[in-house]
């Protein structure tokens, strides 16, 4: 009997959870539980169960994991949850996975990135009025308006941490900061994900060393070298968080 796809919930947070058909473990991305997927022979209906894995055993899990090392990663989850080596497997993917979408969504939007989203408003807001004052009067132009009001949305919704971020640093200004080391955490279809050891140059003169993640596409990954560089923003007193623009890269190549 196949399985009947429907919303699970995390048993330790209420959060839902994004499971895919077939799928028998994940993880809550809110909580970082680990959840085992059951199936009722009977039934066919799915259900979600908590697997007990302390919160420290999976910081070490995402610690390996943004190391690069996913050999490490797989066998202390698959101690830790006691599963099988296929299991661990999967879920140290879906682990990647998570790492690698933050990665891409928490970068400032480059000025075409700004200038895209500001398009997208511009029109979602069109689509509202239009609806709301009676422009749209027929049926037609009414579905029209809220197809394309649904759609921005999502790109919105899809864009909104990054927008976040570049809200959140547009104050700063850019400055340089020199690759010490590097080393690749995942590939994704066209993109590479790595880890950088930068030295940034504040605007004093002074410097000082931080670790970020970036996102580059694979072509482009011979362009990282110790050496180059690239560009940071940061508050002072969040130099261990800075956000990273790789632009410059293809500058000076």
């Not at 959870?17 to 009722?40: A, H």
């Not at 990135?113 to 709301?132: N, R």
Request: hydrophobic share 40%; glycine share 4%; proline share 3%.
């Amino acid at each position: 009997m196949d399985y009947k796809i429907e919303a699970l919930s995390c048993p330790n947070c209420g959060a839902p959870l994004d499971i895919k058909p077939g799928e028998y473990i994940t993880f809550c991305q809110y909580c970082d539980s680990s959840i085992r997927i059951s199936k009722n022979e009977g039934t066919g209906i799915q259900s979600a169960v908590h697997t007990e894995i302390p919160k420290d055993v999976i910081e070490e899990v995402k610690k390996f994991l943004s190391s690069g090392d996913k050999t490490k990663a797989a066998e202390l989850y698959m101690k830790a949850a006691n599963v099988n080596e296929e299991e661990a497997s999967k879920q140290i993917e879906i682990f990647l996975n998570s790492i690698t979408n933050k990665i891409a969504l928490r970068r400032p939007l480059s000025l075409k990135g700004i200038i895209i989203s500001t398009l997208f408003f511009l029109i979602l807001l069109f689509s509202a009025y239009a609806l709301a004052t009676g422009i749209a009067r027929s049926g037609i132009v009414k579905v029209i308006c809220w197809i394309v009001l649904s759609f921005m949305l999502l790109n919105i919704l899809s864009l909104s941490q990054s927008i976040i971020v570049t809200i959140k640093y547009s104050t700063k200004k850019w400055n340089n900061a020199r690759i010490l080391k590097y080393f690749l955490i995942s590939q994704k279809k066209k993109l590479s994900f790595f880890k950088v050891l930068l030295e940034v140059t504040e605007p004093n003169g002074s410097t000082f060393q931080t670790e970020t993640k970036i996102m580059i596409k694979t072509v482009d990954s011979a362009k990282l070298q110790e050496g180059k560089v690239i560009l940071v923003k940061y508050f002072p007193d969040e130099k261990d968080n800075v956000v990273a623009s790789v632009q410059n890269l293809f500058k000076n190549s």
